[in-house]
């Protein structure tokens, strides 16, 4: 750093782009335009990468292909690395190929980690869980998708650390795996886990959250280049839910949760509905409804802040942590706020920004 606190970058991280067909075993290393990602504690993650065409097409050629078959001709790996760590591992989910009069022809492509390809699979048709743990519930449904039709369905993710959490019944017929899975995970239930794939394609559950306090990251005015601030309010917020499960008419099975007096002293009688038309478990739809009352029942101050990376290092913290922001524009004085959202996005010729949602 120079003197008056103006930050002098003497090298650039590097991040590398791979490509792997999964048939052939192929790797490719391949130069890229811009790249990015996105990941969301307990929502998996994506990325997007542009190409120049011409660089791709001469890779292509000295293995006796083109562009097009070489990125979609088949289920196609992809990861990115900083130095020789991975950051994004997951697969390539959609392609085009863009022209206009002043760039040449680009190729973009579109990837999501491998959590998210579970939105494309199924449970059985009847599949009955009694007393089973939460953590145990997510990985079955997983390892018996990619069993059911074996060696296609077989992913290669296998069970990393499966921490005990709240044992639930659970009924599940030709339901969407990725969806019941975020449904027993902390986005969607009180007493629920954190979850992740991680690019060791190991799925690992924490109880109760993962991550942890992280005192030496902090986020300020030296390194915010960018920061924003919001509190959404009245029509955001939720003080009385009523949370409806199976059955029909005077038959249904529901749960009336309510916040303590002093929110509803604060804004009045904010009510909202949600409904699992499946379940059946009245303790299930209590910690429904109590996780939908912990998120908006009061207002939660929402912070957005782009720092380049390495400053800090996008290795040195991860989603789930809880830094120290010290932004006294915002009123803010060295108080700690949890990760929720983190993205890269790496232009050509330019440094990498690092944008973090926090809580």
Do not use: C
Request: overall charge negative; glycine content about 6%.
């Amino acid at each position: 750093m120079s003197a008056g606190g103006t930050h002098i970058w003497d090298f650039k991280p590097m991040f590398n782009l791979f490509i792997k067909n999964k048939i052939s075993g192929d790797i490719f290393e391949l130069p890229f335009l811009s790249l990015g990602f996105t990941e969301e504690l307990n929502n998996g993650a994506d990325a997007r990468i542009s190409f120049d065409y011409a660089a791709i097409d001469q890779i292509a050629k000295s293995y006796g292909a083109d562009p097009i078959f070489l990125l979609t001709g088949g289920f196609r790996e992809l990861w990115i690395q900083k130095d020789t760590t991975k950051v994004f591992y997951g697969a390539i989910t959609d392609f085009d190929l863009t022209a206009s009069r002043e760039s040449d022809l680009t190729i973009n492509v579109a990837a999501v980690n491998f959590f998210n390809l579970f939105s494309k699979r199924r449970t059985a048709n009847k599949r009955v869980f009694t007393g089973t743990d939460s953590s145990q519930i997510a990985w079955t449904l997983i390892n018996e998708s990619q069993a059911v039709d074996a060696p296609y369905s077989d992913l290669g993710i296998t069970a990393g650390s499966l921490a005990v959490a709240t044992s639930r019944d659970a009924l599940y017929r030709f339901a969407y795996v990725k969806d019941e899975i975020v449904a027993l995970s902390n986005k969607k239930l009180n007493n629920g886990f954190d979850f992740d794939i991680d690019t060791s394609k190991r799925f690992n559950t924490y109880f109760p959250f993962k991550g942890s306090s992280r005192p030496s990251i902090v986020f300020d005015e030296r390194n915010s280049i960018e920061h924003r601030y919001r509190k959404p309010l009245m029509l955001s917020l939720t003080n009385k839910i009523y949370v409806t499960g199976e059955g029909i008419n005077d038959d249904m099975i529901y749960t009336t949760r309510t916040s303590d007096p002093s929110y509803r002293t604060a804004f009045g009688t904010l009510e909202d509905l949600i409904s699992d038309r499946t379940e059946t478990s009245q303790a299930k739809l209590n910690d429904l409804g109590d996780r939908t009352l912990l998120n908006n029942q009061s207002p939660r101050i929402e912070l957005s802040i782009s720092h380049i990376d390495d400053d800090p290092d996008l290795l040195s913290y991860g989603l789930g942590d809880s830094v120290r922001v010290n932004l006294p524009d915002l009123k803010i004085s060295n108080q700690y706020f949890r990760i929720y959202k983190r993205s890269l996005n790496l232009e050509e010729g330019n440094l990498p920004v690092i944008t973090i949602t926090l809580q």
